[in-house]
């Protein structure tokens, strides 16, 4: 199979396409055929080896893993003895960075436990972008934010990935939103939901 390769730190210019043996899944992993994968900041800090203390996990020296990439969408192809969830020809998604990445392939192997089925109203493209951001947007509203019907929110750095994912997820709980973004962006960000949007180039308003 076909995947995005990288065998030391660095710039984007150290991926490499190469051909690689296709993964063999275990008893308790499912193997999916990928069709689509996003690309994070995380995985941009990934591939740079930076922040330095990112390598205690990722690998010293050099990478532990060697195909890059964490959020994916795709179609399961084969399961392992031991899987339940899944089945194959089922549609699923889901961030695989702890299971030592590898989204930028044309197959991965993973545990069930990291994958989900892929809602039946999404394409592959929208599924694959929402595990890592949209995950950290849900965290912070509802769980850490406690949000409720009628509460006011200010979301900085309305138009990123996080940002997007924030503005409706806040909208669909019945809150106010005003959004922070730059003039480039306010339309973006009103057509989410924001209720107000302001453009910090004009504001004074910082991005830190």
């Known amino acids: ?20 043996e296709k ?7 499912v193997l999916v055929k ?3 994968a996003s690309i994070n900041d995380g995985d941009n800090s990934l591939v740079k080896g930076s922040p330095f203390i990112a390598r205690l996990s990722s ?7 060697t195909i890059p990439g964490g959020d994916m969408a795709g179609q399961v192809e084969a399961v392992g003895r031991n899987v339940a969830q ?3 020809g089922d549609e699923v998604f889901g961030d695989i960075g702890e299971s030592g990445f590898g989204a930028y392939a044309e197959y991965v192997s993973v545990p069930e ?3 989900a089925l892929k809602p039946v109203n999404m394409t592959f493209e929208e599924a694959a972008a929402v595990p890592q951001y949209a995950v950290v947007a ?14 006011k929110v200010l979301i900085n750095g309305a ?17 106010e939103v005003t959004g922070v973004c730059s003039t480039k962006n306010m339309e973006l960000v009103r057509s989410l939901g924001a209720d107000h949007v302001i453009d910090y180039t004009r504001a004074g308003l910082s991005r830190n």
């Open 1 to 20: 199979m076909k995947a995005i390769v990288y065998e030391k730190y660095g710039s984007p210019d150290v991926l490499q396409l190469k051909e690689v």
């Open 138 to 151: 849900l965290q912070s509203l509802r769980d850490n934010g406690q949000i409720q019907q009628g509460k």
């Open 23 to 29: 993964p063999t899944p275990k008893d308790d992993e």
């Open 113 to 115: 436990n990291v994958l």
């Open 159 to 175: 138009s990123g990935g996080v940002g997007t994912f924030s503005v409706q997820i806040a909208k669909s709980y019945g809150a």
């Open 34 to 36: 990928i069709h689509a």
């Open 86 to 88: 899944f089945k194959p």
């Open 59 to 65: 690998g010293l020296l050099k990478p532990k893993h």
